[in-house]
């Protein structure tokens, strides 16, 4: 049971990791308040791999500290609850209401896209006005329809060869 545990929390860092180098490294600026970027498709995978339970650290922890690394440090606590929303939308989504059927991921990322979408829009207005909701809808709704699209592909990619098998046994 002890060794099941260690895997666990070893996945949960992987992906709090996988989160951050595709949140940070892959980043495309949306003006002087914040970035697009890769890796929410990282938080989908974290939520189908570990589920809702475990998944809302890694996607909350990798995002915060992306924004802490890239000096957006005024979006730290929004990133983490937006992202903490949003895995467990996923998660009560796809897993709660559909049994983990690939239907049901489908829906739910939906669903979390647009926890994702207005979590963001009630940040900005917050922290940028108006105005800076204006310049960050189009990006942020790209961003999130660009993660969501790869999470999906990663997730048939995976189960077409095998690996998101062994990943889900290795989690449980």
Known sequence: MKNNKVKQVCLAGLMAAMVF???????????????????DAFIIIAVWILGGKQAWFPAALGAALADFA????????????VKTLMAVTIFLVAEKLFGSKTTGYIIGIT???????????????IIGGK?????AIVPLV??????????????????????????KSMAQ
């Open 131 to 135: 105005a800076g909701l204006a310049g």
């Open 142 to 167: 790209l961003q999130t329809v660009i993660g969501a699209v790869l999470g999906i592909v990663l997730i048939s990619v995976l189960n077409s060869t095998g690996a998101g098998k062994k990943l």
């Open 111 to 125: 669903a979390g896209a647009i926890v994702h979408i207005a979590g963001y829009s009630v940040s900005w207005l």
């Open 21 to 39: 180098v595709f949140t940070f490294t892959f980043k495309i600026p949306i003006g002087p308040l914040g970035y697009a970027h890769l890796g």
């Open 70 to 81: 890239a000096g957006y440090v005024m979006w730290i606590v929004p990133t983490a609850i």
